[in-house]
Each structure stands twice: as C-alpha cells, then as structure tokens.
C-alpha cells in the first residue's frame, strides 16, 4: 500500500469518492478495484451518517441508501481489512465526528490501520477541538487530513502546519458537494495562500464534476477531488453491475486523461 504523499509523487492525483454501502459493502470493494484499475491515485470511502451537513443531496441519499442497507462503521472497516490484499492504491475514510466518537476513538484508530486505511477526513471536527481524537490517528499511523476553505484565515492556516497530515483538502467554494459552481475565480491567490504555510500536497475538491473542471483544478492544485458526479453514476446504475463497472471505468478513464494533460512539475 503506497502512503499519501507517494500518490502525488508522479502526477496529478485523482482522487473518486464513493459510499461505502451504495450500492452493497461488496459492490464498494469492487468499485474501489475498477477504480484503481481506471488510473485513480487515491480514493475517498465515505462513511454513511444520517445527517452529512457538508454533503449536498446526491450524497446524502447514498448515505440513506445504505445506511437502510444494514451499512455501518463497523462493517465498513471490516469489508476494508478482508479485501486489503487486493487494494493497492490508498483509501482514506471521509465521516462525520459522531459516529467515531460512538465507536470508540481508540478502537477506530487502531482498526482503520488493521484495514488498511492510511488517512481519515472528519469535516465536522476542526484540528484544534480533539486533538486526542487526532493524536490517536497519528499513534496509528494513519494521517488525520484536514480541510481549509476559501474563508479560512491565514492565521488559522498557519496554527494547522503542526497537525496537517498526509495532503490537505481544499474545498473549492463556499457550499456544499455537488454543487454546479465550482471551482470559482480567485482559487490561485487562496490556494498561494495555503501552501504559504501547509508544505503537504494540495487536493481541490467540491463543484468538480467532469475532465474539463478536473484539468482546471488540477492547473491550480496537486490532486483533484471528484466525489457528487461519480456517487449520481452508481445511483444510476447500480441495479446492473456489469453497466455500473463499465460506466464507472470510462467516466475515471476521462478524469485521468484530463489530468495527464497538465503539466506536471
């Protein structure tokens, strides 16, 4: 399993989130390996939470959906550590605060590194409000990945360089996921000011929903988050797997060539 920053070291990351339970915990593994297969670096499993508040509503629904499916945290990292032998690229988790504090801070720590898992997003719970929470990551190996957004001020960037692991998720515009804005003007000066102060990679993620805005963020950033397109893709097709693997190859084929495209230095 190659770490975090290796996934920058070569190219512009492409980095696909999906649900883990939308449409079962099997299919996500086998989306996870048509995924990797189709040139993603890096992919984002999302953990079902009845109330994602940074989530628009095709997110939101796949969390319903598997969540009415029998998906939970537990079985989420259990499905990860039985099929860790055949996932080669990184998985990071993306959930909400509550259902880990729930689960046992500790516990989820030291099972999310027994499942292979290198990285975990909270974005409900900022670097400064549980720093066990974060230090218990970190005593696993496993990087705690915090977000900034165009509003962050640069004082608050700053007090991050201690805790930023791995690569720092750059929200793209003031929203939610899935929203058909995004990127916006003035990510150049936001994301200059970033990196004045987090010398880790840089991933532009929200509003990005095909190559086109893909090889835009990635002129700006190190790697590009592509999440509320790809989730309405399963929902559409997962009723035929075999559709669904192949829709889900060509829509992640036409991301990577996007972001080939741009230079990389």
Wanted: charged share 25%.
């Amino acid at each position: 399993m190659r770490r975090l920053k290796e996934a920058f070291a070569d190219r512009k990351a492409l980095i696909p989130y999906i649900t883990a339970g939308d449409p079962s915990l099997d299919g996500t593994i086998r989306l996870i390996e048509v995924l990797q297969e189709s040139g993603a670096d890096i992919v984002e499993v999302g953990i079902p939470f009845s109330d994602p508040q940074a989530d628009g509503p095709i997110i939101q629904m796949a969390s319903k959906r598997a969540i009415e499916r029998g998906t939970t945290l537990e079985g989420v990292l259990k499905a990860l550590k039985e099929s860790s032998s055949r996932i080669k690229i990184p998985v990071v988790l993306m959930g909400y605060y509550n259902p880990i504090l729930q689960y046992g801070v500790e516990r989820f720590a030291c099972e999310a590194r027994e499942s292979g898992v290198v990285g975990v997003i909270v974005p409900d719970l900022p670097f400064d409000e549980d720093t066990a929470f974060y230090g218990a990551l970190g005593g696993q190996g496993v990087d705690g990945i915090l977000m900034v957004a165009p509003n962050t001020p640069e004082e608050r960037i700053k007090k991050m360089a201690n805790s930023a692991r791995g690569f720092v998720y750059c929200v793209s515009l003031f929203g939610i996921t899935g929203d058909k804005r995004g990127p916006v003007e003035g990510l150049d000066s936001y994301l200059e000011r970033v990196k004045r102060h987090l010398k880790l990679p840089l991933a532009l993620g929200f509003g990005i929903d095909g190559p086109e805005k893909a090889k835009d963020a990635a002129a700006l950033a190190d790697g590009v988050v592509v999440g509320s397109a790809l989730v309405k893709l399963i929902e559409e097709s997962q009723e035929d797997a075999k559709v669904l693997e192949e829709k889900v190859q060509s829509f992640i084929s036409g991301l990577r060539e996007a972001l080939d495209s741009v230079l990389f230095n």
